[in-house]
């Protein structure tokens, strides 16, 4: 715990056509918080309209100063648009905050300790690492923040099958299986000029993903300034399933924790950035870093 505050400001973001029905959460969050609080802060709701449209909102509610808090009722891809948003703006005393709602909400499974609107009553704020993931921008770029993880090969091309179907348990299990079935390695240079072919690289800065899989036996919260580096080397398919069901089950074990790690990708490849697929060009040094303490949050 780093600090209680109260806020001028409290500003709640989601998105209207969300999976999780965030238009009544973030309402009945604004209606308790106006009963909890025993100061009156300008107090927002702020529905976004198009992809991308949360980093914009965030960056423009935390850009006015002061102590802001920004909420995020959304899965774990609509809190990265606002976290992104709030780094964005500068902004030191602006602080973040999720609410779960949408498809997944990995990060705040792993790292809430109590309701939200308690937590935004009490105030106590305390700061959580964020992963930093460099691609070749120019440096002129915004950086670009994860806050729970990202992830190249099997995740991405699994996500990108779920966004083309339907959402729903089951559909959204027979996109796995399809994805999984046409699924085919990638490789990287490591930094010492040696190749490798892997199926999965995932940087982790919670110990669970995908609702159900365990990543490592690492601590929930992510503020020990390193995360997790899970590599799965190219297997045949069957080992990569038994790999898979053991996460699901009793979970990676330990894995190795570093502050920074650095490849270069040999083809274009996608990759998942809390819950959104993005992509890097060939012949890019790709760079991710932890950046300790570097998102203060409640919740």
Known sequence: MDSVRT??????????????DAPTLAEKLRDRLAELLTY???????????AGHAVELAREAASKGGHVLVVSVSGDGGYNEVVNGVK????????????????????RR????KPL??????GNVRHVDL?????GQGDDAPAVYAHS??????TPVMAIDIEEGSKGAIKEMVSVIRAFAKFKPFEIRQTDGKRRKLDSLVFANISEMAKYATLSDADDEPSDGKFEVILFPHMPKWRVLLTALRATTQGLGDQPSVSTYEFTTLKSLPYQIDGEVK???????????????????LG
């Open 110 to 113: 792993a790292t809430g300790t």
């Open 279 to 297: 992509s890097v060009d060939a012949d890019t040094l790709v760079k991710v870093e932890c950046a300790p303490a570097a998102l203060p949050i």
């Open 88 to 107: 964005q703006s500068g902004n030191p005393n602006a602080v973040c905050a999720v609410m779960a709602a949408g498809n997944a909400n990995d990060h």
């Open 117 to 122: 609107e308690e937590a935004i009553a009490e």
């Open 40 to 50: 009156t802060p300008d107090l927002r709701l702020q529905p976004t309209s198009h």
């Open 131 to 135: 992963l930093r993931i460099h691609t």
């Open 149 to 154: 993880y990202i992830g190249f090969g099997l």
């Open 7 to 20: 806020f001028g400001s409290i500003v709640i973001i989601f998105n209207p056509n969300s999976t999780g």
